[in-house]
Antibody, heavy 122, light 111 residues
Framework: QLQLQESGPGLEKPSETLLLTCTVS??????????WGWIRQPPGKGLEWIGS???????YYTPSLKSRVTISVDTSKSQLSLKLSSVTAADTAVYYC??????????????WGQGTLVTVSS | QSVLTQPPSVSGAPGQRVTISCTGN?????????VHWYQQLPGTAPKLLIY???NRPSGVPVRFSGSKSGTSASLAITGLQADDEADYYC???????????FGGGTKLTVL
């Protein structure tokens, strides 16, 4: 059974760079069959797609975050990473990683991590 | 402001049928991209409920169904149960944004 587990600092200071990782187990992150992505959800609000990556490194990002976001894959560690620079309070959210059902970025997310809450505060 | 528009809330009594709409435009749903639906119970990650407009993943009850017409899609839930009370989100792809888009979410209350 595929499992995804996010990890991160929990609390980040404004203007710093947030780094989150998602460890994939029970399946291969280097499979040619899937995209992998990050989605976030501010407290009490809706879902926001951040970006997706293919095992080859091909990436898509949401326009509003594109200048601050980098998503990468480390196949040797079976990890997906998210870097978000110059964070502000508006970046406070639960961050989820997920697997898309096929090798197209239009695909739905069928597996999700349990999410990690990141609070941006001094 | 989400690219895909959903009603903030819907409600229904146990056993009834409810529908949740998801309205887009010619850059997303109207362009032919598939619509997917998720159920999010409080404090948990979203769960895929419908993919590709009308398809149910294994294990999703037949009470849940999806449809699409033009620039809109709908999720229907029949035989409403208390544990259907959750937030529901639609997802599609927007070609002018070159990315995945979600609806703002709809809170379903079972009366």
């Amino acid at each position: 059974q595929l499992q995804l587990q996010e990890s991160g600092p929990g609390l980040e200071k404004p203007s710093e760079t947030l780094l989150l990782t998602c460890t994939v187990s029970g399946g291969s992150i280097s499979s040619r069959s899937y995209y992998w992505g990050w989605i976030r959800q501010p407290p009490g609000k809706g879902l926001e797609w951040i970006g997706s990556i293919y095992y080859s490194g091909s990436t898509y990002y949401t326009p509003s975050l594109k200048s601050r976001v980098t998503i990468s894959v480390d196949t040797s560690k079976s990890q997906l990473s998210l870097k978000l620079s110059s964070v502000t309070a508006a970046d406070t959210a639960v961050y989820y990683c997920g697997r898309q059902t096929s090798a197209v970025v239009t695909a739905p997310f069928d597996y999700w991590g349990q999410g990690t809450l990141v609070t941006v505060s001094s | 402001q989400s690219v895909l528009t959903q009603p903030p809330s819907v409600s229904g009594a146990p056993g009834q049928r409810v529908t949740i709409s998801c309205t887009g435009n010619s850059s997303n749903i109207g362009a032919g991209y598939g619509v997917h639906w998720y159920q999010q119970l409080p404090g948990t990650a979203p769960k895929l409920l419908i993919y590709g407009n009308t398809n149910r993943p294994s294990g999703v009850p037949v009470r849940f169904s999806g449809s699409k017409s033009g620039t809109s899609a709908s999720l229907a839930i029949t035989g409403l149960q208390a544990d259907d009370e959750a937030d529901y989100y639609c997802q599609s792809y927007d070609r002018s944004l070159s990315g995945v888009v979600f609806g703002g979410g709809t809170k379903l209350t079972v009366l």
